[in-house]
């Protein structure tokens, strides 16, 4: 007898976003600590407690947003790729509801005076793919206002 499979099924979320700024400024700003720690996985009600970055291909971050109703939500993962200014890839867990690691691809290109970046997120449950789209639509345009500051 076989035993019945535990998987779920996964999804691959997309989105994308226009910068004013140079691919290197945009691509820089996912490597910085200050500036990451300004949009990357933090919530309007949220205080960013840790913003930790070991920026080379296996270096590991941290991300902790203190949220009211939640506490310390940590947002975890270490660097597959690093090409600067054009793409980089990492994997990603949020550990206090699910350990499962999933990969997160950053590419920027060239767009006019500024740049486009398309956010590649593979592997998110579905059931949480809309959820996931919208959390990445507000860090990216988090990300915009992190690069006009």
Request: aromatic share 10%; proline share 7%.
């Amino acid at each position: 007898m076989t035993q019945p499979s535990t998987t779920r099924a996964t999804a691959t979320v997309r989105a994308t976003h226009r910068y004013d700024a140079a691919p290197e400024r945009v691509f820089d700003a996912w490597l910085d600590p200050k500036i990451a720690g300004r949009f990357l996985f933090a919530t309007p009600t949220g205080q960013m407690v840790r913003a930790e970055i070991d920026p080379r291909v296996g270096g590991k971050f941290n991300f902790t947003d203190r949220r009211p109703d939640m506490g310390d939500v940590e947002h975890v993962g270490s660097y597959i790729e690093i090409d600067r200014p054009r793409r980089l890839v990492f994997d990603f867990a949020v550990p206090k509801y699910d350990p499962t690691l999933t990969r997160v691809t950053i590419d920027i290109a060239p767009a006019g005076a500024g740049s486009e970046l398309t956010l590649t997120h593979e592997g998110v449950f579905e059931e949480y793919a809309k959820q996931t789209e919208g959390g990445w639509a507000m860090i990216l345009g988090g990300l915009e206002k992190a690069l006009a500051a």
